[in-house]
């Protein structure tokens, strides 16, 4: 009997331990220090579409930019791309502009564009991306990766992993 209450006590401990760690893991997945910072690293980029077009980030000041970091062959990011698209063409409008910088090939991001409808820039920043995004508190560098800048150009908000629609409207209330 107190052989399997030991076992018992083991268990109980373990998970403890498994819930702490994942709870830790994820709450430092989701602070990011960039938070009220101003923007100056994505709004002084410029950066080629699929057809080597350079376009400046800056062109977008005074509005909601959301920076989403995506891949062809991400599936989160993949599955979030056909609400933004959504979202681009409802909030437009209202000062909301989204740009997916794309850590792929020009070639590949075309097509898929193409394939999707984007109706936003999807611009070409390579491995070098993931360098960017980092400094925006991407500190595993995976995707996708979103930033949202305010009209004042500071960060609001970073978000590692897909965006809930829901999410982005609270967002979005407190922003436009």
């Given at each position: 009997?107190?052989?399997l ?12 331990a ?37 376009l ?11 920076v ?9 990011c ?28 020009p ?20 491995y ?28 609001a908000?970073?978000?590692?992993g ?6 982005l409207?609270?967002?979005?209330a407190?922003?436009?």
């Open positions: 009997m107190i052989h209450s030991n076992r018992w006590w083991m268990v109980v401990a373990a998970l403890l498994l819930g702490a760690g994942a709870w830790f893991a994820w709450s430092k997945l989701e602070s990011s220090e960039a938070i009220g910072q101003p923007a100056t690293s994505l709004l002084g980029l410029s950066l080629p579409d699929p057809d080597g077009k350079e400046a980030l800056s062109q977008w000041k005074g509005k909601v930019l959301v989403n970091f995506w891949a062809t062959w991400c599936a989160p993949r599955e979030e791309m056909p609400m933004f698209t959504r979202l681009q063409q409802e909030l437009g409008p209202k000062g909301v502009q989204f740009v997916g910088i794309a850590v792929d090939q070639d590949k991001v075309r097509q898929f564009a193409s394939d999707l409808g984007l109706n936003y820039p999807a611009l070409i920043g390579g070098g991306a993931m360098e960017l995004s980092k400094s925006l508190g991407n500190s595993i560098m995976a995707l996708p990766f979103t930033v949202i800048v305010d009209r004042g150009g500071r960060v908000h970073t978000q590692l897909p965006l809930k629609e829901q999410q409207s609270d967002i979005f407190k922003l436009l």
